[in-house]
């Protein structure tokens, strides 16, 4: 995530999805605030993806600058899965 070059941060986002551990968690909220459009989308599903209610609050902070409106829509999708796994 840390790299300068976008499609080492894209394959970071995919290992990271992958992984359940709480620095993995950091890195991801972290993609949702990448200089690149699809980054940020799937780190959001990522997040979701995981199904860890601790990371609703990024992405609702997120949510509220976000301009992308695929981005945004992936944010969404991301906090309704969360919410769904609540019940």
């Known amino acids: 995530m840390y790299s300068p070059d976008a ?6 986002v995919r290992g ?7 620095r993995s968690l950091e890195a991801l ?4 605030h990448d200089q690149e459009e699809e980054i940020r989308r ?3 599903m990522a ?4 199904g860890e209610a601790s990371a609703a ?7 509220k600058t976000e301009e992308s409106e695929q981005v945004k ?3 969404l ?11």
């Open 7 to 12: 499609g080492r941060r894209l394959a970071a």
């Open 16 to 22: 990271l999805s992958l992984r359940k551990d709480a």
């Open 29 to 32: 909220q972290k993609g949702l």
């Open 42 to 44: 799937r780190s959001a």
């Open 47 to 50: 997040l979701a993806a995981r």
């Open 57 to 63: 609050p990024a992405l609702e902070e997120c949510l």
């Open 73 to 75: 829509n992936a944010i």
């Open 77 to 87: 999708a991301a906090l309704m899965k969360l919410r769904q796994g609540q019940d």
